[in-house]
């Protein structure tokens, strides 16, 4: 199985993140990849961790991983991305891994 690595340099722009994360699946599906993997805060990610991210965590159903999965359908390629999770924890956020595929 061929696997690809996307590093990219999130920000504080989920669309912009999201947009990246397909533009390196269908580079690494061209290539001939199965699976394609980011980093653990691909789909949002700030110099320090501030009150945003318990504002912008979505449960792993949510609009961020839907769209993980919809790239990972067009392309006919596994996804793993690293995404804000809604939590219970004091804070209402921790870091998830979403894949589809």
């Known amino acids: 199985m061929k696997i690809a690595l996307g ?3 999130s920000g504080a722009d989920i669309q912009a993140n999201l947009a990246a994360i397909d533009r390196f699946a269908t580079e690494a599906a061209r290539d001939g990849a199965a ?3 980011f ?9 320090k961790v501030d009150a945003t991210f318990p504002a ?3 449960p792993l159903d949510g609009p961020v991983c839907r769209e993980l999965a919809a ?3 067009r ?13 219970e924890e004091p804070g209402g956020a921790s870091t998830g891994e979403c894949g589809s595929g």
């Not at 653990?40 to 110099?47: I, N, R, V």
């Not at 596994?78 to 995404?83: F, I, L």
Request: charge should be negative; glycine fraction near 2%; hydrophobic fraction near 50%.
């Open 7 to 9: 590093q990219l340099e």
């Open 35 to 37: 699976l394609v993997a």
């Open 39 to 47: 980093p653990e805060y691909a789909t949002y990610e700030k110099k």
């Open 56 to 58: 912008i965590a979505e």
């Open 71 to 73: 790239i990972a359908a």
């Open 75 to 87: 392309h006919r390629i596994a996804v793993v991305a690293g995404v804000v999770e809604t939590s």
